[in-house]
């Protein structure tokens, strides 16, 4: 069934993160949904390289369960080579659909992604889900030893160093190296906060050397620990010069993401501000409500 294809991807894990993010949220997730993007699987181009150029054109979208709901309308936006943009906007204003748009989970009902100008639905569905890292809000880890789970769903061959490497741009190397069995410690049920278990997920996706990665940063009670997980990662990334990666973090909190080249702001599914913080605070608008409104709540 579509679900066995879904699972043996190894991302595969994250789409029952996004399946347990959203039915925490209470929002209605349909697996049949899923099924139209099975379509896709293995057919279509494959790149010589990409740089990680993404364009949004005019895209409009409905989940097929919901024909009548228009979750995304007319969204037109481009995250350059290297860019970090952020994503923000209330619950339920459709920032997780423009990511699951950009994982191929679903096709757009209209408009089009190009990846470095190629449209992405003529791309090879596995080979570009290789090429993007994402980290959902509530990351799965494994009963294996850390490294193990740091390597898992890595198709090239790594060594210890590549996975410390990666440990090291997470801010994951500290914490595991003062574990008693450092790298070779086995995960369990308790071992683990739930910052840690997201730290260690990003290790994963990093060392796989996405030109794209993805962040959702997590909503619930791990919030500051997210925070500051994400914070680290972005500046790990912006130090990193020779990775060279885009990055799209969805962000809850806005202090997160202060630093980003560009914060698009969602309102009921359309781009209503694109720009800096800076600039966001100039115009006045959603993003500056928004962010009086999270200082009052944290004051
Ligand atoms: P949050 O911050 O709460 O994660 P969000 O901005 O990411 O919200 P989305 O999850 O993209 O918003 O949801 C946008 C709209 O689409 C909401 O009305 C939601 O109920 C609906 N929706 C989300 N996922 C599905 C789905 N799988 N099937 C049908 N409707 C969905």
Not at 46 to 64: A, D, M, R
Not at 175 to 196: K, R
Request: charged share 25%; glycine share 6%; net charge neutral.
């Amino acid at each position: 069934s579509e679900w066995l294809i879904y699972s043996t991807w190894w991302v595969g894990d994250n789409v029952s993160n996004l399946m347990q993010s959203v039915g925490a949220s209470e929002k209605v997730f349909n697996l049949m949904d899923l099924s139209p993007s099975t379509q896709f699987i293995a057919k279509g181009v494959k790149l010589q390289s990409i740089t990680g150029h993404i364009e949004f054109v005019n895209v409009s979208f409905h989940y097929p369960s919901r024909s009548t709901v228009s979750v995304v309308q007319h969204v037109n936006f481009v995250v350059h080579p290297s860019e970090v943009v952020a994503i923000v906007g209330l619950s339920g204003s459709g920032k997780s659909t423009l990511v699951n748009l950009l994982l191929r989970l679903y096709e757009p009902t209209s408009g089009q992604i190009l990846i470095d100008g190629v449209p992405l639905k003529d791309l090879d569905v596995k080979w570009w889900r290789e090429r993007v890292g994402f980290v959902g809000q509530e990351p799965k880890l494994f009963r294996m030893d850390i490294s193990s789970n740091i390597r898992y769903g890595c198709t090239r061959d790594v060594t210890q160093e590549d996975i410390e490497w990666a440990a090291k741009q997470a801010y994951a190397h500290d914490f595991i190296s003062a574990l008693p069995n450092g790298y070779e410690t086995l995960v369990d049920d308790d071992l683990l906060s739930g910052g840690q278990k997201q730290r260690i997920a990003i290790a994963r996706a990093i060392l796989r050397d996405p030109k794209i990665l993805i962040l959702d940063e997590a909503t619930s009670a791990l919030d500051a620990e997210s925070e500051h997980n994400v914070k680290g990662v972005l500046r790990s990334v912006r130090s990193d010069s020779a990775s060279r990666r885009s990055v799209i973090v969805i962000a809850h909190r806005l202090s997160t993401i202060q630093a980003a080249d560009r914060i698009v702001v969602m309102d009921r599914g359309q781009i209503v501000e694109n720009g800096s913080h800076r600039e966001l605070l100039l115009k006045d608008g959603l993003y500056a409500r928004l962010t009086r409104k999270q200082a009052d709540a944290m004051a």
